[in-house]
């Protein structure tokens, strides 16, 4: 079975700040990672994936996320936050050659502060 | 194209009492899942089906839940009686994967929030 750790639950930070978002997980077997966003009484909608190959993955909207398969790790970063990134970030990891169901950690509320 | 669809947005019910949520997935997506998200949690996964067949539903309450996706489109989740502890968001999502393809994104509704008095 796979499980994920969000170490943080909650992130404020001022804005154009950089800002870290931990996410680690544990599977036995090989895993796709997943980043989602959750804007306040909105669905979630992904953000980024890594499926294979390059280990540093990156959003449309600056955020990135490197793959770390020795620490089984797939933290969120972003050199400078808005104001609009505040949100609910959830790391996910789905089992690769499975069901794609999607295993989610608890979240991180990150608050960005003028 | 138009998103993932679910009603109600909101439901209050006491405990005991039963309540169906209904989820439209986008078009022509071929799986769909329930999850369900407690506060403070992240989304679990009730229930997956492909077309309208169930291909996990591991971790559903089958005592109290049950879900249907008939013709393979819409879905309903079904609870009853419910718990205290059913309070949650409950989440829809589908994704247009088929059998044996690669990995596809899941879209997600914009959740039903059930709270049981």
């Known amino acids: 079975a796979q499980s994920v750790t969000q170490l943080d639950s909650q992130v404020p930070v001022f804005e154009e700040a950089p800002v870290e978002l931990r996410c680690n997980y544990s599977?036995?077997?090989?895993?796709?990672l997943f980043w989602y966003v959750q804007y306040p009484n909105q669905g979630l909608q992904l953000l980024l994936k890594?499926?294979?190959?390059?280990?540093l993955v990156e959003s449309i909207n600056g955020f990135e996320a490197e793959f770390n398969k020795s620490q089984t790790s797939f933290h969120l970063r972003k050199p400078s936050v808005h104001i609009s990134d505040t949100a609910e970030y959830f790391c996910?990891?789905?089992?690769?050659?499975?069901?794609?169901?999607?295993?989610f950690g608890k979240g991180t509320k990150l608050t960005v502060n003028p | 194209e138009a998103g993932v669809a679910q009603s109600p947005r909101y439901k209050i019910i006491e405990k005991r009492q039963s309540v169906a949520f209904w989820c439209n997935p986008i078009?022509?997506?071929?799986?769909l899942y329930w999850y369900q998200q407690i506060l403070g949690q992240g989304p679990k996964l009730l229930i997956q089906?492909?077309?309208?067949?169930?291909?996990?539903d591991s971790q559903l309450p089958k005592d109290r839940f049950s879900a249907e996706r008939l013709k393979g489109v819409d879905s309903t989740l079904k609870i009853q009686p419910a718990k205290l502890e059913d309070s949650a968001v409950y989440l829809c999502?589908?994704?247009?994967?088929?059998?044996?393809?690669?990995?596809?994104?899941?879209?997600f509704g914009p959740g039903t929030r059930l709270t049981v008095l």
């Open positions: 078009s022509g997506h071929a799986t």
């Open positions: 996910a990891v789905s089992r690769q050659g499975g069901s794609e169901k999607l295993v």
């Open positions: 089906f492909q077309n309208n067949g169930v291909v996990d």
């Open positions: 999502a589908s994704s247009p994967r088929t059998s044996g393809g690669a990995l596809y994104e899941q879209f």
């Open positions: 890594y499926l294979s190959g390059s280990t």
């Open positions: 599977s036995s077997v090989s895993v796709y």
